[in-house]
């Protein structure tokens, strides 16, 4: 596991878990609207 030794490398630890989880909640809410909205052809 990698040692994080300044503050500089700490907020950019921080910031790309950070953009890696709003692509995550931004693709599960769209697929979520998606699945809400789906319209069955019966």
């Known amino acids: 596991m990698e040692t994080i030794n300044t503050l500089q490398e700490f907020m950019l630890h921080t910031k790309n878990i950070t ?3 709003m692509v995550v909640a931004l693709l599960g809410i769209t697929g979520f609207w ?3 909205t789906e319209r069955d052809d019966d």
């Open 34 to 36: 998606l699945f809400l």
């Open 19 to 21: 953009y890696v989880l």
